[in-house]
């Protein structure tokens, strides 16, 4: 008798923690549910549901169109000035210092063009030499020029 005494008594305890549980999720579905409807008079679950479906279905719509936008821009943004790359050097012995420079100037294809700055004492020229998808267009380029373009290319 005294082990059916015990044994009913784990049963009550069982069952209370049982009860237990089942109140708490209870509660938070409540709590949820509460959430859902804050704010919202004389309406079901089912209205408060495709309320936010038919949100949820324009912010898919936005996201879509914010997505073809960007990738237009993406597109676009390659043919302006993204990568450069400067050298700056002393191409005459006579002269002090590295004020000579070749400077490339990429877009996001690797074209564009190098310009290159010859200072001497008496004169500085300026020679530009375009370049397409990296490499130079009907000109040779000097080591200068070369590693103005490498440095540029480096640049994503």
Do not use: C
């Not at 008079?41 to 936008?69: A, P, Q």
């Amino acid at each position: 008798m005294a082990n059916l005494g015990q044994l009913d008594l784990v049963i009550v305890g069982v069952i209370f923690f049982w009860l237990v549980f089942l109140s708490v999720i209870f509660y938070n579905l409540y709590n949820h549910y509460q959430k859902l409807t804050k704010g919202i008079n004389k309406k079901n679950l089912k209205t408060v549901l495709d309320e936010i479906l038919e949100n949820l279905n324009k912010e898919t719509l936005r996201i879509e169109d914010l997505t073809g936008e960007l990738q237009k821009i993406q597109k676009e943004n390659l043919y302006n000035i993204q990568k450069l790359g400067l050298v700056r050097f002393n191409p005459f012995a006579e002269t002090g210092g590295n004020q000579s420079f070749s400077l490339a100037i990429l877009d996001g294809e690797d074209s564009g063009l190098v310009l290159t700055s010859l200072h001497s004492r008496e004169i500085t020229r300026i020679y530009s030499k375009t370049v397409k998808k990296g490499k130079a267009d009907n000109y040779e380029l000097s080591a200068e020029e070369k590693q103005a373009l490498k440095n540029a290319k480096k640049i994503k």
